[in-house]
């Protein structure tokens, strides 16, 4: 063990019985106490160089911790099973007919878009991310979603607008859709 890992155990030692208390109390229903005080333990340890004041030390973990949390519990928000025959007999209250045909052309115009444009302008536009978050989850740049973005509505107008042609009495939801998203 080098001088760096005992200082670490050096400070560790007298507030582990708190900070696992604290994870216990956190991790409830979201993942295992012990998992979470390992993970901590490990970030602190590949990240102790930057404290600066030993006095710190617990609430450096604490902030650790309720970071994994988070992440986990954003992760969690992706972990559905998706079931498309089923969503669409989910009863939908307080919309009318016109609103769900327009949110059914709206998806069936997304589902012809590349996935990551697609993924993109629903996590965006739809689910209200923000452009960090989206780079985030999608494991790329914020100046890629931008054009990810970009990209996807022109096409998304583009697929909107042959629709229209195609099909004059949705004409006007095309239009309304369009006007929306661009």
Known sequence: MNDYQTKFLILYEPVHESFARFCHAKAYGLM???????????????????????????????????????????????????????AFVIKEEGIDAETRLDVTILYKALNELPKAQKEALILFEISGFSLKEVAEIQHSKSSAVKQRLKRGRVALATILKSDQLKNEPENKRSQLLLTIFL
């Not at 030993?54 to 949390?69: C, K, W, Y």
């Open 32 to 86: 295992e106490a012990e998992d979470l005080i390992s993970e901590t333990v490990l970030i602190a340890l590949e990240k102790f160089d930057k404290i600066k004041n030993d006095e710190a030390f617990l609430s450096f973990l604490f902030s650790v911790a309720t970071n994994i949390l988070r992440s986990k519990n954003r992760r969690l928000k992706f972990k559905a099973e998706y079931n498309e025959s089923k």
